[in-house]
């Protein structure tokens, strides 16, 4: 190490360098996993838990280097063979895994921030449907129900010449008062906003056997859980994203949906007999955005959505969220 820039602090037993490491600002940690009271690669987990943005070398002997690998594979940044290292080397790796551990740092950080950009895109979109919905409902809905109360009164003003015309255009404004209901309800239904989450998942399943002749069953808590707008809405499309997974993908014929409520969070569990699929052959295209947009969302308020399935043994999908947000 001779003329390198560097300030080396050295230790001999692992607990005395994770005290080091607490205490003092550290650039870069040379571990050898063969310390007396070192474990392997425990010893890497332990080193990464406490400064999870200062790179690591690992050092091992001749007969060790698979250890070696796997520790790179489990987030150190290279590694050294002891006896097989000199002063260049050394020197020179410590500067490579310096650089390499602040692309990852930076890495991370543009992954936040696209998480968190993804998380604010998908909360305005929510807001504009609901803004949307609502005026279907109360400005251009009542305007067609008006015009058709209107144009009943038709019959009595101009007798029974006008009878056919009128049923006609009738049967036109009842045919725009259901498609504003139903572009409404796939907006955001107001059932959401009106009567809760639970209720919501209940009018849904309902719609979803009606139109697809799959059997759902939906069990939730008997007390209401308590939820804000904003995470009602969230919750309620990444069920009927999955749900309309289902139905295009699944050949299900039954679908199971509970949801419950503790202190600590709420969490959904919906369940299909459906063909299932290889997850690890399943990629992002595959779920497609709009469960990539709920996955992003859940995970920046600290949620989750997991998903389980094997070929032929159907699909499980968890979703967890905290219940206060």
């Not at 289902?246 to 369940?271: F, M, Y």
């Amino acid at each position: 190490m001779s003329g390198a820039p560097f300030r080396v602090v050295w230790e001999t037993r692992l607990a005395d360098g994770l005290k080091r490491l607490v205490e003092k600002d550290i650039d870069l940690v040379l571990l050898d996993l063969y310390l007396p009271d070192s474990n392997d690669l425990e010893s890497l987990r332990l080193v990464q838990e406490l400064v999870t943005d200062v790179p690591v070398i690992v050092m091992t002997g001749l007969n060790n280097e698979e250890t070696a690998v796997e520790a790179v594979k489990c987030g150190a940044q290279d590694y050294l063979v002891k006896g097989q290292t000199d002063s260049a080397l050394l020197g020179r790796a410590m500067r490579y895994a310096i650089e390499r551990k602040h692309a990852e740092v930076n890495i991370r950080s543009y992954q936040e921030q696209l998480r968190s950009l993804t998380a604010e895109v998908s909360l305005t979109e929510e807001r504009e449907r609901r803004r949307i919905a609502q005026d279907l409902h109360d400005h251009i809905g009542q305007l067609l129900v008006l015009a058709k109360m209107k144009l009943s009164s038709f019959h009595t003003i101009f007798g029974e010449q006008i009878v056919k015309p009128v049923e006609e255009i009738s049967d036109l404004l009842d045919n725009a008062i259901r498609y504003t209901r139903s572009l409404t309800a796939e907006l955001s239904p107001p059932v959401l906003y009106e009567l809760g989450l639970e209720a919501a998942i209940l009018w849904y399943a309902e719609q979803m056997q009606m139109r697809h002749k799959i059997k759902v069953v939906v069990e939730v808590d008997k007390t209401p859980i308590p939820l804000a707008d904003e995470m009602r809405g969230l919750l309620f499309r990444a069920v009927r994203e999955l749900l309309h997974n289902i139905v295009k993908h699944a050949k299900a014929r039954n679908v199971s949906i509970t949801l419950t409520g503790q202190t600590e969070g709420i969490t959904i569990v919906i369940t299909d007999d459906g063909v299932g699929f290889n997850i690890d052959l399943t990629n992002e295209q595959q779920h497609g955005y709009g469960l990539f947009s709920i996955q992003e969302r859940l995970r920046y308020i600290d949620g989750s959505l997991t998903i389980e399935s094997e070929p032929g043994k159907g699909t499980r999908a968890i979703i967890v969220a905290p219940q206060f947000c």
